[in-house]
């Protein structure tokens, strides 16, 4: 960091360089991005921060993030409530939606399962998700977990408290993508698809 940025722009840019995705220099650059377009990029990103400090909470049902509780999501009577789809977090809800696929309701753990990280069930929302699907009219709980080995490990912790909840437990399919070259995949990926294949 340069010393003579003045302590309030280093105090910006160590900020921005907390977020994911951004590294010093990337802070730096976004920085002074902002600070040449004060009016057009850091009074609207000032004011949409202090909004979203103020109105966006934790969805009571669910755990996304919304202005109301509970969440648009979960009161949207048009979804299938006997479908329930647990993610690891509010952004793997967001690519969901983006996609279109699902319109059931979702269930947000908060994290997944790591003995590295020292993450334990009592540091999820397993006890919300088995409450929900013994007694909210749900059929099917679908495991969109990361494909890693924390995901793994969670869905499978999961699987087991479900047994007794009267409900079917899937996963999402694992493999190749639409329009993926077998060259640029990994050796893991390639096994997954080989083992899940299905009829032509």
């Avoid at 977020?19 to 002074?32: C, D, H, V």
């Avoid at 979804?79 to 983006?98: F, H, Q, Y």
């Amino acid at each position: 960091m340069a010393a003579s940025a003045g302590p309030e722009i280093e105090r910006l840019i160590a900020l921005l360089a907390k977020l994911p995705g951004l590294g010093p220099r990337s802070a730096r650059r976004t920085a002074l991005a902002l600070m040449k377009k004060r009016e057009q990029l850091l009074v609207p990103l000032a004011d949409a921060m202090a909004d979203a400090r103020d109105k966006v909470r934790t969805c009571t049902t669910c755990g996304s993030l919304d202005t109301t509780d509970p969440c648009a999501i979960c009161s949207d009577r048009t979804r299938d409530g006997a479908l329930l789809c647990v993610v690891e977090d509010v952004g793997s809800i967001w690519a969901m939606e983006r996609a279109g696929a699902f319109r059931g309701r979702y269930q947000v753990l908060g994290g997944l399962l790591s003995a590295l990280e020292g993450i334990g069930p009592e540091k999820l929302r397993a006890a919300d998700l088995v409450a929900r699907a013994s007694h909210d009219g749900v059929r099917e709980v679908i495991l969109a977990l990361p494909a890693t080995v924390d995901g793994q490990t969670t869905a499978h912790y999961l699987a087991d408290r479900l047994q007794h909840a009267g409900v079917a437990v899937t996963m999402l399919a694992r493999g190749v993508p639409v329009g993926g070259d077998l060259d640029w995949l990994d050796d893991g990926t390639i096994a997954q698809a080989m083992r899940a294949r299905r009829p032509a």
